[in-house]
């Protein structure tokens, strides 16, 4: 910042212009160096709403709505984006979360029949990992990021996966595995 301070005092005429960036020192979707100096243009863009990211991405995003039993826990509703792979139809059910979570091998036991599994994303192809719940069993995968960052498209191709497979963030994938343990 300082840098370009010292530029943009030097050379009058000509205007520094800077992208805001999305990795400043509080983290994804916050501004920090060098687009933090006093006498630069920042530049950025934003998106106010999960609805905006929706309607730009063209029937590639949902909602997932998120209730449970217990009265303590209100609903929740997670953005969510459909996987290039599977199904693209709607489902309900139980969570369960996949163990192993990052669902690279054989998923143990019966955890996930008949249910919706959880998975973390990292280590193996999401297309091993929706292979590997749907042969557990699982109605459908949701798969959550293992950094926060925007949400990811899991992108893909193998034969035969049939059920839906949609990824959310890491911030809603570990509210939801909060929401379980409570």
Aim: proline share 2%; glycine share 10%; with cysteine.
């Amino acid at each position: 910042a300082r840098e370009a301070d010292a530029f943009s005092r030097s050379h009058r005429g000509f205007l520094v212009v800077w992208a805001a960036g999305n990795d400043g020192d509080l983290g994804m979707f916050t501004i920090g160096s060098p687009a933090t100096a006093k006498n630069i243009l920042c530049v950025g863009a934003q998106q106010s709403t999960r609805e905006s990211m929706m309607q730009q991405e063209s029937g590639a995003s949902a909602f997932l709505q998120l209730t449970s039993s217990l009265a303590q826990i209100e609903a929740e509703q997670a953005y969510a984006k459909w996987a290039s792979f599977g199904a693209k139809t709607e489902f309900t059910g139980t969570l369960a979360v996949a163990t192993p979570l990052d669902a690279c091998a054989t998923i143990h036991g019966n955890i996930v029949r008949g249910k919706i599994a959880l998975v973390q994303r990292g280590t193996c192809l999401f297309t091993v990992k929706a292979q590997n719940v749907q042969a557990a069993g699982a109605v459908a995968m949701i798969c959550y990021d293992n950094s926060f960052a925007p949400t990811v498209l899991m992108g893909g191709q193998a034969q035969g996966i049939t059920i839906p497979c949609l990824s959310v963030s890491r911030h809603d994938g570990e509210m939801v595995r909060e929401f379980m343990n409570v």
